[in-house]
Antibody, heavy 121, light 106 residues
Framework: QVYLVQSGAEVKKPGASVKLSCKASGYPFTSYVIQWVRQAPGETFETVGWINGDSGNANSAQKFRGRVTITRDTSASTMYMELSSLRSEDTAVYYC??????????????WGQGTLVTVSS | DIQLTQSPSSLSAVVGDRVTITCRAGQTVRGYLNWYQHKPGKAPSLLIYGASQLYRGVPSRFSGSESGTVFTLTITALQPEDFATYYCQQGLSDVTFGGGTKVEVK
């Protein structure tokens, strides 16, 4: 069975950084891309970035470039997402999700349980 | 980014109702359109992929269709466990989501 288990809730002050983790199990870690998305209160989902489990190549949405670093540790089957210069608008639940292949289409077939990040002074 | 516009943003229904949710893409997504169900405090779950294909284990009362850039999610005979928020998502160019449709108890 596939699992993505995320780290626990975080409370940070504005200007600080936060590093979240997403540990994968139940599938070949290097065979899939992991997407990071977030959902702010009352809002829809928003892509933060993604990382190729095989190559380690990572990219982020334009909005987050310069503030987000996405990495992986293949020995631990774990992905990391670090967001810096936090502001109140970054308060959200952050999810990691596996980009699977459904038929011939990409799909977010497995999700982590989410990590609440609260940014408050 | 490819914009997805969902309607309605919310609706009220009773068990047994037929529910239809629409997702309009700002440009062609060539069928790369998925639907998810999301309940508070839980991770989203995949319902439909490729606009109309039912994901494994999803009840057959859920269906999806496509007409150009307009996509529809239909729930026939709404069940108590179906009260949730539904999102469309395109995967042709990066990943973007619609604004969501909350299905509430009437």
């Amino acid at each position: 069975q596939v699992y993505l288990v995320q780290s626990g809730a975080e409370v940070k002050k504005p200007g600080a950084s936060v590093k979240l983790s997403c540990k994968a199990s139940g599938y070949p870690f290097t065979s899939y891309v992991i997407q990071w998305v977030r959902q702010a209160p009352g809002e829809t989902f928003e892509t933060v970035g993604w990382i190729n489990g095989d190559s380690g190549n990572a990219n982020s949405a334009q909005k987050f470039r310069g503030r987000v670093t996405i990495t992986r540790d293949t020995s631990a089957s774990t992905m990391y997402m670090e967001l810096s210069s936090l502001r109140s608008e970054d308060t959200a639940v952050y999810y990691c999700a596996r980009i699977g292949v459904c038929g011939s289409y990409p799909c977010l077939d497995y999700w982590g349980q989410g990590t609440l990040v609260t940014v408050s002074s | 980014d490819i914009q997805l516009t969902q309607s309605p943003s919310s609706l009220s229904a009773v068990v047994g109702d037929r529910v239809t949710i629409t997702c309009r893409a700002g440009q062609t997504v060539r069928g790369y359109l998925n639907w998810y169900q999301h309940k508070p405090g839980k991770a989203p779950s995949l319902l439909i992929y490729g606009a109309s294909q039912l994901y494994r284990g999803v009840p057959s009362r859920f269906s999806g269709s496509e007409s150009g850039t307009v996509f529809t999610l239909t729930i026939t005979a709404l069940q108590p466990e179906d009260f949730a928020t539904y999102y469309c998502q395109q995967g042709l160019s990066d990943v973007t989501f619609g604004g969501g449709t909350k299905v509430e108890v009437k």
